[in-house]
């Protein structure tokens, strides 16, 4: 009974070690500059192994955005039900680009980001069913619910500027050279959106 557990978390000790070693290689040489061999003879594995966990090189941002997305729905499902729609847009924005800085770091965004254009294996940027845009989909939902925004904007087109604005954001961030953070360069940005959905009273 012991051996299907012990072959289980060498399994999975694999993959976390080729998801390492990945990302640091595209962080240093660039996505479409890694092979499969370079990660295999660095992370000290196998191709049986890395196929096993991923069915291509893409996959590897793949299985890390669904380690971002779990982070993002902790935060989510950590704020009060009885908590402002809006103040959880704003706070969750903030923790977002937080984690993106902190856990992701410039050059990689920018190899994802660059990757992302080049190829159309990059879907998650676009996926609807990501737990991120469901999110986003279940505050907006509440804010318009309750009445804090404009009955004209529509929840898609709502959705679709602060989706936008979080890819402007990141992408205005790798082309700086300066010493700002992710999430002070959010926060102005953030603010607008808001106050240009609210109902003005």
Known sequence: MLEPVKKQRRGEETKKKILKVALELFSEKGFNKVTVDDIVKKSGTSKGSFY????????????????????????????????????KLSIFTQKLMHFLEEEMGKN???????????????????????????????IVEESIEKGQIKPELSLDEALTIINQSYMGIIYHWGLQDTNKTLVSLSIPITKAIIDGFKIKN
């Open 108 to 138: 990689l965004m920018k190899v994802i980001y660059r990757a992302a254009l080049e190829s159309k294996e990059h879907t998650y940027f676009l996926d609807s069913n990501r737990t991120l845009f469901k999110i986003l989909r279940a």
């Open 52 to 87: 096993q966990h991923f069915r291509t090189k893409a996959d590897i941002f793949l299985v890390r955005f669904m380690e971002v997305d779990n982070y993002y729905l902790e935060v989510y499902q950590s704020f009060p039900v009885d908590m402002d729609p809006i103040e």
